[in-house]
């Protein structure tokens, strides 16, 4: 049988238990060079003081919409004026925000505070590795040290200012993104992980093992949102299930599994092309039914996120 | 005679849509037995989803040791006699991908990638910086497929563009790759791929049934020629 759980490059088993063997990196761990505590994860901890509340957006599957729902809740959030709120893109190979927020091609720039993110509105600020990219067509061919590197720069070099919101778009999976985002944000406090599914048991397979992603690494689960849930026919108005949920959907498994059901957002062709123009679908067609949907869920998100208020000595998160 | 290899190794959902959820994997002598779906042997699949006790358990792995597991994947699998290995991958260009084409290029001859898209500029987005990926690493582009293309109401067979459309065609203009073609949306599909049922066999008179046939035609004209 695989034991399927790295120990942690830091911790005391590093290289020596049974699922360390075969792995490329056992002697190093072994060897202890790896234990040292990365001095970044403290400096990343100063940064986020000045950062209220932390959401990460996840998925075990991909294509579910968690770039769109990660941009339109930032746009949600931004809604309120008096409200700073950033969004960061850690899909490193796969960065979509920039274009969903409608600014791809925009530049970043370095100043003595560090990197200025690009905002799309005044109190609406985004970071990605797409703004770093110089051509649509580049792709980022890097193994995970290389990208467990670029998000520590993420953390720790971006002047975000004081926020109220950070929002985190994740790439799919249970891996280095996921973990590095966890490890670096260990002595910050972290609100907690939407994690978006759609309504098949393809999906909430995945889903499943997010969720277990989330409890081993001791990361608050706000709670589970069900994605292209539906869709409704423009011409007749007749509902159709276009990925059917044959196992109870997304309310059956947080049932089962104790979480919160945040909401469920229909299809909408409108939503894709307000995506690919870079612009917010909330904006565009507000009364719309998945609009209303989406708004119910970001309510539900922010009435999680106000009942904890977090201080600078708040309990640490797993670290790895 | 085909394989599947299945290197999405934090979201393997091969097993499930095939039908063979919880297969265990044995050894042999040539090493590890793959789990064929049916007696005739025509399909072999490989997957880190038959190696999990439990079927929600995270592996929760760094690049390293997913690129280990993906090599034992490749040299240690007693395929047999195969015409076509078919490898699925999870989004990205980075260690699953390296990982296999590294492997694969050691002992085997590869013919190329299919790059499939949904219709829409963000997905098309992503998949330009794959086929750059393909074209630094000499992955030839077999073709792309444009997925999700479109859905046909079953109560008045108007054609919503859910995802967009044309997307994919575009994208293969674009960067002079050959189009495949576009699969539509089908509820039907996803129904049977949840149950693990051969849509083919219950639905052959569907247009996505139509549709990926015509393509799966194309590809084997293009490997017998190549």
């Known amino acids: ?320 | 005679m085909v394989g599947i290899l299945d290197v999405d190794l934090c979201g393997p959902s091969i097993p499930r849509m095939l039908g063979v959820g919880r297969q265990e994997v044995h050894q042999c002598d040539s090493g590890w037995v793959p789990v064929y779906t049916d007696a005739q042997k025509s399909l072999a699949l490989m997957s880190i989803g038959f190696l999990l006790e439990d079927p929600d358990e995270a592996v929760v792995w760094r690049g390293p040791k997913k690129t280990a597991l993906i090599g034992q994947f490749v040299s240690d699998v007693a395929w047999g006699e195969l015409d076509v290995l078919l490898v699925d991958t999870p989004p990205g260009t980075s260690d699953e991908h390296l990982a296999v084409l590294e492997n694969l290029k050691k002992q085997h001859k590869v013919d190329g990638a299919i790059l499939v898209t949904t219709p829409q500029a963000v997905s098309t987005g992503d998949v330009r910086r794959e086929i750059t990926f393909c074209k630094k690493t000499g992955l030839s582009i077999l073709g792309i497929v444009e997925n999700m293309s479109g859905f046909v109401c079953p109560h008045c067979s108007e054609c919503s563009n859910i995802f967009s459309k044309g997307g994919g065609e575009e994208l293969a203009k674009l960067t002079g790759s050959i189009y495949l073609g576009a699969v539509p949306l089908d509820p039907l599909l996803c129904t049977s791929i949840e149950e693990g049922k051969d849509f083919i066999q219950t639905f052959p008179d569907s247009a996505t049934f139509s549709a990926i046939n015509i393509i799966a035609q194309t590809l084997l004209t293009c490997l017998q020629n190549s």
Request: hydrophobic share 35%; net charge negative.
């Open chain 1, 1 to 320: 049988m695989i034991i399927l759980y790295c120990p942690g490059t830091s911790s005391e088993q590093a290289g020596k238990t049974s699922s360390c063997q075969g792995c490329p990196n056992q002697n190093l761990c072994a060897s202890g060079a790896t234990k040292a505590p990365d001095p970044a994860i403290e400096e990343i901890a100063v940064k986020m003081l000045s950062v209220k509340h932390k959401i990460l957006v996840l998925s075990g599957k991909g294509g579910v919409g968690k770039s769109t729902f990660s941009a339109h809740l930032a746009h949600a959030l931004a809604g309120d004026s008096n409200k700073e709120v950033a969004l960061l893109d850690v899909d490193i190979c796969g960065p979509s925000i920039p274009r969903i927020m409608g600014v791809e091609g925009e530049q970043v720039h370095q100043s003595g505070s560090g990197w200025s993110p690009v905002y799309v509105e005044d109190n609406l600020a985004v970071m990605s590795i797409g703004f770093l990219l110089s051509s649509p067509d580049d792709a980022v061919i890097w193994r995970g040290p290389k990208k467990n590197g670029m998000i520590k720069q993420f953390l720790r070099d971006v002047d975000w200012g004081d926020l109220d919101y950070l929002v985190v778009d994740t790439p799919p999976g249970t891996s280095d993104e996921h973990l590095s985002i966890v490890q670096y944000l260990s002595s910050a406090h972290i609100d907690g992980a939407v994690i978006i599914t759609t309504p098949q048991e393809v999906s909430l397979q995945d889903v499943r093992k997010e969720i277990r992603f989330c409890r081993k690494v001791k990361l608050p689960i706000i709670g589970v949102v069900e994605n292209m849930s539906g869709f409704v026919c423009p011409k007749c108005k007749n509902t159709s299930e276009i990925f059917p949920s044959t196992t109870g959907g997304a309310e059956r498994m947080c049932e089962e599994m104790n979480l919160t059901l945040l909401g469920r957002i229909p299809l909408d062709p409108r939503i894709g092309k307000s995506c690919d123009e870079g612009k917010s679908f909330l904006a565009e067609f507000p009364e719309s039914p998945a609009a209303l949907a989406y708004r119910s869920v970001v309510q539900n998100t922010c009435l999680h996120t106000l009942r904890h208020v977090p201080t600078h000595t708040e309990t640490r998160a797993y670290t790895h």
